[in-house]
């Protein structure tokens, strides 16, 4: 089993541009969540998915936008990237029996 | 809205000593509670899921408890060793209504185990 895969592992942008952030997991979770980690702030929630088609905001949606079209795959868009995105993006999955929850390994973005 | 506090913020110690690392909540009502480990530039390892009915778990040198009426949980490290310098985090999971599955995290406590 793979877990939760992320890619890129890293990433540069440009002020403006705009990218996705992909993360697919292989354990058939109906749970998967976008979390980001700022140093010394802790992991806050971004979105979050309770299965295919069905998408809610958590604590900080601005300037991110989801969408689960299978139960694999939970891709963060982030359109006009902005220096306050700077940050490291954990995607994580769930399944709702026990809520245990799996994370992948990140991605470091820096917008500049 | 949930809090989640950890203490100490960082800790130091010897190799071998035992140890306990402490997450406090301010919502018990029905959650789960899930303890990670997390190193320089990785991702979060999961390493005890007490659930709401239960008051503890253990893994090998870690045995995590949590007591629901104070609002607590509790990790214990026994004979720590250097290999286990790392960050660790507590979440809390919500387990009702809307909100279900849901993780908030306390902001961790970074633990240095010295030769």
């Known amino acids: 089993n793979a877990g939760v895969t992320q890619t890129p592992k890293f990433r540069i942008l440009k002020i403006g541009q705009s990218m996705t952030l992909q993360c697919t997991q292989d354990?058939?979770?109906?749970?998967m969540y976008w979390y980001r980690q700022d140093p010394g702030m802790g992991l806050k929630l971004i979105y979050y998915?309770?299965?295919?088609?069905?998408?809610d905001k958590g604590e900080v949606p601005n300037g991110y936008n989801v969408s689960r079209s299978t139960t694999e795959d939970f891709p963060l868009r982030l359109e006009l990237a902005a220096p306050s995105q700077t940050s490291v993006y954990f995607c994580a999955s769930s399944w709702p029996g026990d809520t245990e929850a799996f994370f992948g390994q990140g991605t470091r973005l820096t917008v500049v | 809205k949930q809090e989640v506090t950890q203490i100490p913020a960082a800790l130091s110690v010897p190799e071998g000593e035992n140890l306990v690392l402490n997450c406090s909540f301010t919502?018990?009502?029905?959650?789960?509670l899930q303890w990670f480990r997390q190193d320089p530039g990785k991702g979060l390892t999961s390493l005890l899921l007490i659930q709401s009915s239960q008051r503890e778990q253990t893994s090998g040198r870690l045995n995590a408890s949590l007591d629901k009426s104070s609002g607590r949980s509790t990790l214990y490290i026994a004979a720590s060793q250097p290999g286990d310098s790392a960050t660790y985090l507590c979440?809390?999971?919500?387990?009702?209504?809307?909100?279900?599955?849901?993780?908030?995290f306390g902001q961790g406590t970074i633990l240095t185990v010295h030769p």
């Open positions: 979440a809390v999971i919500y387990v009702g209504g809307t909100s279900y599955g849901k993780l908030t």
């Open positions: 919502d018990s009502a029905i959650y789960n």
């Open positions: 998915s309770v299965g295919a088609g069905i998408t």
């Open positions: 354990m058939n979770h109906n749970y």
